[in-house]
């Protein structure tokens, strides 16, 4: 049954039909038609004829060992190695706003709110060149912290709504039973937050690690730097396309996978406030006489006794 629309009828779906039709016969003839682009011969500035980029002459590479060592291997491993450290570094720098970002004292909420929408609305690759050319810290460092400022300022402002979304009640049960507004907020709030927001903030990985790419410019040495500008140079010219694959697979394949995981946290922290409450949130649902903390909202927060 349909409550968005009418139920489509005969002429409707007959027609929804045909068009499902003629798209996907436009669809299958964009893929032939690139497919024979790719294949056909190609003649250079010089009128010699080169084979297509689908021939068999340049694939060949793709069974090399040194160039999945030397090249693909190499630069796979500098693209991980940059996006774990800023991962690591973005998740405590967004924590950290979080916290500031929802802070009582004026003095200490506005200058949090300006720095998370500085940095949101400041573009990656001209904090990396900024980092590079004031602070001199080398294309790593730079490509580090402009992606841990960025995406850790997204994060904040993710874990923020998180903690924004939680009921009255979950604050006011902690102040009741005589935490601080600080032990109520991270032994309460914050782990409740940071459980929901989990898919959000992975997601905001994958992002991160996708940008790391624009470490390109810099002339750092990842995935895609290696990939397309020292790999031409090394095995020959004729293999760019391959190269360009080849590196467009992997970023897929990892991309993917992290997706996966992304989707996966997201079923499993679905039903989040019906499952087992961690060890020290636990402790102060007995603390409140085994009410909950949900029950502490639907009695109006009295206080306990």
Avoid: C
């Amino acid at each position: 049954m349909s409550v968005l629309y009418d139920v489509p009828g005969p002429k409707a779906r007959r027609l929804s039909l045909l068009i499902s039709i003629i798209g996907a016969v436009l669809i299958a003839g964009g893929l032939v038609a690139v497919v024979l682009f790719l294949a056909a011969p190609r003649v250079n500035a010089g009128g010699v004829e080169q084979p297509g980029m689908l021939d068999p002459s340049r694939w060949d590479l793709v069974l090399d060992r040194a160039m999945w060592r030397a090249i693909i291997g190499r630069g796979l491993v500098a693209t991980l190695q940059m996006a774990a450290v800023a991962a690591v570094l973005a998740v405590a720098w967004g924590m950290f706003l979080s916290i500031v970002r929802t802070s009582n004292t004026k003095w200490v909420r506005v200058p949090a709110i300006i720095v998370i929408e500085f940095f949101r609305g400041m573009p990656v690759l001209l904090l990396m060149l900024f980092i590079l050319l004031v602070f001199s810290t080398g294309s790593y460092w730079a490509g580090v912290l402009a992606l841990a400022l960025y995406n850790g300022a997204v994060i904040g402002e993710a874990l923020r709504s998180g903690i924004a979304s939680l009921p009255r009640g979950q604050r006011e049960s902690g102040l009741a039973m005589g935490l601080t507004p600080m032990q109520t907020r991270f032994s309460i709030e914050f782990p409740q937050a940071f459980r929901q927001m989990l898919p959000i903030i992975i997601a905001q990985l994958v992002v991160l690690l996708k940008d790391t790419s624009l470490s390109y410019i810099i002339s750092y040495q990842e995935l895609l730097n290696v990939g397309l500008k020292q790999g031409p140079t090394t095995f020959g010219s004729k293999y760019l396309f391959t190269l360009f694959f080849v590196v467009l697979a992997i970023y897929f394949l990892v991309n993917i996978s992290l997706s996966s995981v992304a989707r996966l946290v997201a079923h499993r922290t679905k039903g989040g406030r019906t499952r087992k409450p961690s060890k020290r949130l636990a402790a102060v649902i007995a603390q409140l006489g085994g009410a909950g903390v949900d029950g502490a909202t639907k009695a109006g927060s009295k206080p306990v006794d």
